[in-house]
């Protein structure tokens, strides 16, 4: 079966601009996450949605912000972008929105490499 | 104090040994703790995941958890090069709602032929 799918891969963004990079989940999948990945400080989550609602958010600032649609795909959009953004967003989808012991299946693309310069 | 600390290597070590991986982490919540393998330009790679102290085996892969000293490890017994990549440990909370991974900083493994 087809794994998370993120769109773009690559990304070059100037200072201030905004970018928005998408995510169709695993079929069935119904929670969508957000990572941001940097050297620096790793694995970070952003925030979670799961029926079109965000229910988990990370320490971002509100330039960060996301939505998911009925059919589960989600995006994120980065407004008023800064060098600091430049990092792997990663989105991860896992099944019906809670964790099942015997069918773990938090899943997570191969990511986008945002470039701002 | 971070949530979740890992050694932050890089380790390097020849074919066939046997390699460990730790990591320790606060907060005693009810919660999954689960190693993704990451290679270059790849998203992370569920490996294993637990929820009770003790040993979880999967082939040549051991994920151990002892919670009463908070602390994971993942053992990989006759190493190979294609287990060269970098691993994250990682933990969830439990409970429906709860999806929002707490990652330590990865180790970075590298297998010598």
């Known amino acids: 079966k087809a794994g998370v799918t993120q769109t773009p891969r690559y990304l070059i963004k100037t200072r201030g601009q905004q970018v928005t990079l998408s995510c169709s989940p695993i079929?069935?999948?119904?929670?969508v996450s957000w990572y941001q990945q940097t050297p620096g400080q790793g694995l970070q989550f952003l925030f979670e949605?799961?029926?079109?609602?965000?229910?988990n958010k990370g320490n971002f600032p509100g330039r960060f912000s996301g939505r998911q649609f009925s059919n589960s795909r989600s995006e994120m959009n980065v407004s008023t972008l800064e060098l600091g953004d430049s990092a792997l967003y990663l989105c991860?989808?896992?099944?019906?929105?809670?964790?099942?012991?015997?069918?773990?299946?938090?899943?997570f693309g191969s990511g986008t490499r945002l470039t701002v310069v | 104090q971070k949530e979740v600390e890992q050694d932050p290597g890089p380790l390097s070590v020849p074919e066939g040994a046997i390699v460990s991986l730790n990591c320790t982490y606060s907060?005693?919540?009810?919660?999954?703790f689960m190693w993704y393998r990451q290679y270059s330009r790849k998203g992370p790679e569920l490996l294993m995941y637990?929820?009770?102290?003790g040993n979880k085996e999967d082939g040549r892969f051991t994920a151990q958890v002892d919670k009463s000293s908070k602390y994971i490890s993942l053992f990989i017994r006759d190493s190979q090069p294609s287990d060269s990549a970098t691993y994250l440990c990682?933990?969830?909370?439990?409970?429906?709602?709860?999806?929002?991974?707490?990652f330590g900083t990865g180790t970075r493994l590298t297998i010598i032929p």
């Open positions: 991860a989808s896992s099944l019906v929105g809670h964790l099942d012991l015997s069918n773990y299946g938090y899943t």
């Open positions: 079929s069935g999948h119904r929670s």
């Open positions: 990682a933990k969830n909370p439990t409970g429906f709602g709860n999806e929002k991974l707490t």
């Open positions: 637990t929820y009770s102290s």
């Open positions: 949605y799961f029926s079109e609602t965000q229910r």
């Open positions: 907060n005693s919540a009810f919660q999954y």
